[in-house]
């Protein structure tokens, strides 16, 4: 949801700027803009509704705007439809400052009537520019003084960045709810809404937390904190990921390089956390006795970390003999939770900074619970606010539509219930050494699944035009079928729903008619016969169904349903990882064929920064 970038040294800055929006723009992709300040022209502000490439030919590459600090700004609109006036950075007034802004204002109506009323003129309709305006209307001379007031009085969530033409050897940034990391290079510092954006300049990098500024200069950057403006002492981290992992390396698009990558990123999750056959999670701190005093797991998340969520409940209900709950996470603050100090909560996220997710687990620790969190993004708000976190090693991903993230998630919490259920006594030696040893193979298997992609795109190319699909399954069938069902919606346009099979015949059968396409997942080998009776049922009602099950059963799915694709078989608690790579794959290539922007869908941003 919007990306932030600013940039202060010796070099030029717009070019920098524009290469680090480059790697923003999944963040949000409706708008962009960027200020630059210099000695010669003072505050020059250029910015476009439309993909950054239209920003870009307007200053042609950076080249049209000369000076050595300034911000640029990705927009996924919230406040004021997509347009030029309402890109950011937002400017005051008269131009002294210029603003950059990731995340809602929520009060900025009443300001911006209260300024109004003192004659101050908006031109936008965002709540971004209540900031650049709010700053105008405090300043006497010092900046830092305008900006605790703003921030005092300003409510919401925000990563702001400011320039302002009476200082311009300075940057700065202020953080609440938003995401915000400083970049400390030799000569130069930067700040941004994440490491993609400044790690071709630098590896050194601090995260900004709430409630703290950070004034960067040339020559180096120094954190206060808000409202007294205390000096912070903050922790720098080193970046270690090649910058190619961040991009296409010959591949058309991010996601498909993303589901080619799962092999690796599932083994790259799994193999430091398995020694000698037995599942080692040195960063977790939670012992057996807190486990059996657990009264009760509940798991929050949002989008496809939520469908984790789904078959996780299945797995850990099954090997740790407790009841799990899942929760989405913009419903759990509201849902009156029953959360004591023996409660945990498992919260799966791949970015990390997702508000509502955020949200919940500071509600769940409020209420005394003990969070555990799955993330890939290290270092970001939710793993820092957890009591425990565990990374999955599935390194950028940067397509809006997730997949390895997914896959690595699941990884997590495969390892997750192994270990739970060998301090508990739940699970007995035989159960544990084999799916041990099967989910060394899984990476294996995937790519196996992988190798058949031509299948999946044969598949796609015959239903690529379909209005409207099902996915039916039952137990973990249903929860991966969630997952393939938004993965399609949210890259092809195509409708779609997911459907508990046996819930069918109470409403939703209706809609089946001569021709509409439901993809029946019956890899659950327990219930393979009663989701049959499903597929009988649809098809009797003139559906097209293409079936995905495993190798054994694949010739007797294949007597009933009009297409079948076969995944390995593996232990049934570890299916979803493979039942979800022809999901992905399908979902791919029905968008390729309708020519949808794959990467940067509609509406849509990979980090949900905004309630
Ligand atoms: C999935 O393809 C989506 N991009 C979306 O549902 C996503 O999973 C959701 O917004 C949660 O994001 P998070 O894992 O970063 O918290």
Redesign the pocket.
Same mark, same amino acid.
């Given at each position: 949801m919007c990306g932030i970038v600013g940039f202060i040294g010796a070099q030029e800055a717009a070019p920098i700027l524009l290469d680090g929006l480059a790697r923003l723009e999944y963040r949000g992709y409706d708008s962009a803009g960027i200020a630059i300040w210099s000695q010669e022209k003072g505050m020059e502000v250029v910015k476009a509704k439309g993909r950054l490439q239209v920003l870009s030919d307007m200053v042609d590459g950076g080249k049209a705007l000369k000076g050595t600090v300034g911000l640029g700004h990705t927009r996924w609109a919230t406040h004021g439809e997509p347009s030029d006036v309402n890109s950011h950075p937002q400017v005051s007034e008269n131009g002294r400052f210029a603003v950059v802004h990731n995340g809602i204002i929520e009060n900025y109506a009443e300001i911006r009537e209260i300024l109004q009323s003192k004659g101050v003129h908006f031109v936008s309709q965002t709540d971004t520019e209540v900031v650049a305006q709010l700053l105008e209307y405090y300043y006497r001379g010092d900046v830092m003084e305008a900006l605790t007031k703003v921030l005092h009085r300003i409510e919401g969530a925000y990563a702001l960045g400011i320039l302002c033409a009476d200082c311009p050897d300075r940057l700065i940034a202020a953080r609440k709810d938003s995401p915000l990391i400083l970049g400390y290079g030799d000569g130069f510092q930067m700040l941004a809404s994440d490491v993609t954006a400044v790690i071709k300049y630098t590896r050194e990098v601090c995260y900004l937390d709430d409630g703290e500024i950070a004034v960067l200069t040339r020559d180096g950057i120094e954190v206060l904190s808000h409202p007294y403006l205390l000096p912070v002492k903050k922790e720098r981290h080193h970046v270690d990921w090649e910058i190619s992992a961040a991009e296409k390396g010959g591949y058309e698009h991010f996601m498909f390089k993303e589901i080619m990558e799962q092999p690796k990123a599932f083994r790259d999750t799994i193999s430091p956390r398995i020694q000698e056959g037995r599942v080692v999670l040195e960063d977790l701190h939670i012992t057996a006795q807190q486990l059996r005093e657990m009264d009760k797991l509940y798991i929050i998340?949002?989008? @496809?970390?939520y469908h984790v969520g789904m078959a996780a409940k299945y797995t850990l209900e099954r090997l740790l003999h407790k009841s799990v709950e899942v929760t989405l996470a913009s419903e759990f603050r509201y849902c009156e939770p029953i959360v004591t100090d023996k409660t945990m909560v498992l919260v799966i @996220?791949? #970015?990390g900074e $997702?508000i509502d997710?955020l949200a919940a687990l500071r509600e769940a620790k409020r209420l005394g619970a003990r969070v555990l969190s799955i993330v890939n993004v290290v270092g970001s708000t939710i793993a820092r606010e957890s009591h425990d976190v565990l990374y999955t090693w599935a390194g950028p991903e940067i397509a809006?539509? $997730?997949t390895k993230?997914y896959s690595t998630q699941l990884a997590v919490v495969y390892l997750v219930g192994l270990y739970f259920a060998d301090l508990l006594g739940t699970i007995e030696k035989a159960e544990y050494d084999s799916i041990v040893a099967e989910l060394t193979c899984i990476p294996d298997k995937i790519q196996t699944i992988l190798d058949q992609k031509e299948q999946i795109q044969y598949f796609a190319s015959i239903f690529f035009n379909h209005p409207s699909i099902f996915f039916i399954g039952r137990n973990i069938d249903y929860a991966v079928g969630m997952e393939g069902s938004?993965?399609l919606k949210?890259i092809s346009y195509i409708h779609s729903e997911a459907y508990a099979a046996g819930e069918l015949k109470h409403g939703t059968i209706s809609l089946i008619e001569p021709g509409t396409l439901v993809v029946a997942l019956a890899s659950y080998g327990k219930l393979f016969e009663k989701l049959m009776s499903n597929v009988v049922e649809v098809k009797s009602r003139g559906a097209d169904v293409l079936g995905v099950t495993t190798e054994s059963r694949k010739e007797t799915m294949a007597k009933t349903v009009d297409h079948v694709v076969a995944v390995p078989d593996t232990h049934p608690m570890l299916l979803p990882s493979l039942d979800v790579i022809p999901l992905q794959l399908f979902a791919y290539y029905v968008a390729l064929m309708r020519g949808c922007d794959i990467d940067k869908p509609r509406n849509l941003a990979? #980090?949900?920064t905004v309630e």
């Open positions: 998340a949002c989008g @496809s970390s @996220s791949q #970015s $997702t997710t809006v539509a $997730t993230a938004l993965k949210e990979k #980090s949900v």
